[in-house]
């Protein structure tokens, strides 16, 4: 089976850090990604770890550390639009599968 | 210039209609999904599909069924809609599992509402 856990809300200020953890246990696993999702809109790609440590990719860094089942989304120089919901989804490439976390919705304030 | 495209946008339907829901991807990509979001947002997947092979989740009822004339579209047929089908519903694509390029792309999604 497939679990995954991620925080249901967080606040943050503009200009500041938050840092969106994902825990999961899964029975398959060859990847984690994150996706972003605004209100009324699709998800969109933000990153995807294979093996465990620190992807930077612009204001935007992913984690993994796979032993603990354990992975952080990082974002910097927080900024108003960056209010969405963040989802964490394990892929397991054997069965085609991708199995979404219930996201965390990060609000961003002045 | 749309990558992954859906129709309808909305659908608002009777329970017990049966009612479609079309997706095509101009990406080239090999493997198609549809997800089902519901109301606490919660996005799980329904199917993949990829080179003919169809990856069904367990969970999804026998009145869920996909459609694939080409490569390129992936169409959800619903029969007998129930009013636990409300949701919003997004296609997606990526290109051959196990390789470096896997992202997910997804469509804008199709709001069905069953009254």
């Known amino acids: 089976g497939q679990n995954i856990d991620q925080p249901t809300e967080m606040t943050a200020t503009e200009g500041a850090i938050v840092q969106i953890n994902c825990t999961y246990q899964?029975?398959?696993?060859?990847?984690l990604f994150w996706y972003q999702q605004h209100a009324g809109e699709a998800p969109t790609f933000l990153s995807y770890?294979?093996?465990?440590g620190l992807e930077e990719k612009g204001r935007f860094s992913s984690f993994l550390s796979r032993s603990k089942g354990y992975s952080y989304l990082l974002l910097k120089e927080l900024q108003m639009k960056d209010s969405a919901s963040y989802l964490c989804?394990?892929?397991?490439?054997?069965?085609?599968?991708?199995?979404f976390g219930t996201g965390t919705k990060l609000q961003v304030i002045p | 210039d749309t990558a992954v495209s859906q129709t309808p946008k909305y659908l608002v339907t009777q329970m017990g209609n049966d009612k479609s829901i079309k997706c095509e991807q101009n990406?080239?990509?090999?493997?198609m999904y549809w997800y089902k979001q519901d109301s606490k947002k919660f996005l799980k997947i329904m199917f993949s599909?990829?080179?003919?092979?169809?990856?069904i989740n367990e969970t999804v009822p026998n009145r869920f069924s996909p459609k694939s004339p080409d490569k390129a579209h992936l169409n959800l047929h619903i029969n007998s809609l129930e009013l636990g089908d409300s949701a919003v519903y997004f296609c997606?694509?990526?290109?051959?599992?196990?390789?470096?390029?896997?992202?997910?792309?997804f469509g804008p999604g199709t709001r069905l509402t069953v009254t």
């Open positions: 997606a694509s990526s290109p051959k599992k196990r390789t470096a390029s896997y992202e997910q792309y």
């Open positions: 899964t029975s398959g696993f060859n990847g």
């Open positions: 770890n294979v093996l465990d």
């Open positions: 989804a394990v892929v397991d490439w054997g069965y085609q599968k991708v199995t």
């Open positions: 990406l080239g990509h090999d493997t």
């Open positions: 599909y990829n080179n003919k092979e169809l990856i």
